[in-house]
């Protein structure tokens, strides 16, 4: 009888065990939606080294915004949201989860025979605002400036971010609107006077990033706040992630996840 319940016990342990292992072994797909700055320049190289490691799959990668990966990831369409801006005050009272992966510099780009050396946020907030308009007005060519954004009628952080720091929540004057901020910095290649925002990785051979206020984009600069224009990559999801998502939130912070922002943005260790 002894032995019975013995045996009977090592089962019960042993059942347990393998619940608990296939709990920690969850390969549940995943799903990503928010900033394209992240997930144009770190997904598309995170993500499949992460399904290699784990085997763990995403089955959808979208990447239309972080104001859309905000209200995916709370709705529940979403199991990770990206957000290329710091977290609202108004986000902060859902009580999401969020956890910073890097940081990037919005990086003022012109084209590379373009004289200019460095802007001010004034003259950068002229330009965007259309209180300055030739480039004569900044010691340049007598031509017209062309001022390059994102759409402006969606939620893009990027825009979001630019528009509170460089213009001090001022709203932005005549711009060619273009979908996605790669193709802001593409639009300068041939179009020679004009001027853009967006991430450093999104540079071009054919564009130059130039100082603000006088403090370069340096990993630095960055992480430490001084360049006016730096901002948080963040992940987030509702809760406290678990299974699947916690692994890939463990697996951006891990070395190998860290490599992989670093080689575009500032890494959270640098």
């Known amino acids: 009888m002894v032995l019975g319940i013995l045996v009977v016990g090592v089962s019960l342990l042993v059942a347990c065990k393998g619940e608990e292992e296939k709990g920690n072994e969850d390969k549940t797909p995943l799903t990503y939606q928010g900033s394209s700055t992240i997930a144009d320049n770190i997904l598309t190289e995170a993500v499949p ?9 995403f089955s959808k990668l979208s990447s239309d915004g972080s104001g859309e990966g905000f209200k995916a990831t709370m709705n529940g369409s979403a199991d990770i949201g990206g957000l290329s801006r710091r977290i609202t005050e108004e986000e902060k009272k859902q009580e999401i989860y969020h956890q910073i992966i890097g940081y990037d ?6 084209h590379v025979d373009n004289p200019l050396d460095g802007i001010t946020r004034t003259q950068l907030s002229g330009i965007f605002t259309g209180a300055i308009t030739n480039w004569s007005e ?8 062309e001022p390059v954004t994102e759409l402006l009628d969606g939620m893009r952080a990027t825009n979001e971010v630019f528009e509170h720091l460089a213009l001090e929540d001022a709203k932005f004057g005549k711009v060619t609107q273009v979908d996605r901020p790669r193709d802001c910095v593409a639009y300068i290649d ?4 004009a001027i853009a925002f967006a991430a450093l990785a999104f ?3 054919k564009t130059k990033g130039i100082p603000v206020d006088g403090i370069a984009p340096t990993n630095v600069n960055v992480q430490s706040g001084a360049y006016l224009l730096s901002r948080p990559l963040i992940l987030i999801s509702k809760e406290v992630p678990k299974g699947s998502a916690k692994a890939f939130f463990e697996f951006m912070l891990s070395p190998k996840g860290q490599a992989i922002v670093a080689k575009k943005f500032v890494s959270v260790s640098q």
């Not at 900044?138 to 400036?145: C, E, M």
């Not at 041939?190 to 006077?193: D, I, K, L, M, R």
């Open 138 to 145: 900044l010691g340049g060519a007598d031509v017209p400036i």
């Open 190 to 193: 041939t179009h020679p006077n």
């Open 105 to 110: 510099a919005l990086t003022v780009f012109v």
């Open 49 to 57: 080294a992460f399904e290699k490691e784990t085997g763990i799959k």
């Open 203 to 205: 540079k071009t051979d």
